[in-house]
Structure formats: C-alpha cells, structure tokens
Nanobody
Framework: VQLQASGGGLVQAGGSLRLSCVVSGTIFRFDDMEWYRQAPGEQREFVARITPDGRTRYASSVAGRFTISRDNAKATVWLQMNRLTSEDTAVYYC??????????WGQGTQVTVSS
C-alpha cells in the first residue's frame, strides 16, 4: 500500500490550501482515511477522518475550517483547509486504515502559514 500526499506549501494567514493523498495497492473504497499533522516539537495529532461511505469527523481545532473528502473511483482523499492560522503550521500526513484496522502512513507534506 502506498500513499502519496501533496499540496502543501507556504500560505499567508487567512488563506487556503488543498491537500491531496493518492492511494494505491489497496481496495480503497473499503478503507477509512485520515489526516494527521505534526508541528515541530509536538506529537502527531488527529485532524480529520472519513469513512468509506463519507461520514466525517474532525478535531475541534479545525472543525468548521477544514473539510475532508474522498473519491473512491480515484482512490484519492483531500483536505480542504480554509482560514489558516499559524497554529496550522505542521507536516500533514494521510493515513489509511484497513477494515482489519491496519494503518498505513503517507510521507507527509509541509504546510507553513505565515502571520
């Protein structure tokens, strides 16, 4: 299983970014997908989750600003991030969880928000 995350970059506070994660090597439509992030010196933290049928859950810190979505035909999950703040600066990782609860991690994409 391989996960390729992209879309990170440098953005001003208040701006938006859209992260993508393309998955291969699995029957994507059966897998839960998540986004996590890790800021310098901090532990990796949960950001958002989407189930195969599209149910979503968000960390309280991003709810109302971030939107997770997926296209099972394209084996892709996205994270639309709006109204970004410096607190959102981190490396963002996509994570796949199989129906047997085995996780697979992508390589991460850097998001830097300048104030």
């Amino acid at each position: 299983v391989q996960l390729q995350a992209s879309g990170g970059g440098l953005v001003q506070a208040g701006g938006s970014l859209r992260l993508s994660c393309v998955v291969s090597g699995t029957i994507f439509r059966f897998d839960d997908m998540e986004w996590y992030r890790q800021a310098p010196g901090e532990q990796r933290e949960f950001v958002a989750r989407i189930t195969p049928d599209g149910r979503t859950r968000y960390a309280s810190s991003v709810a109302g600003r971030f939107t997770i979505s997926r296209d099972n035909a394209k084996a892709t999950v996205w994270l639309q991030m709006n109204r970004l703040t410096s607190e959102d600066t981190a490396v963002y990782y996509c994570n796949l969880i199989t129906p047997t609860n085995r996780p697979y991690w992508g390589q991460g994409t850097q998001v830097t928000v300048s104030s």
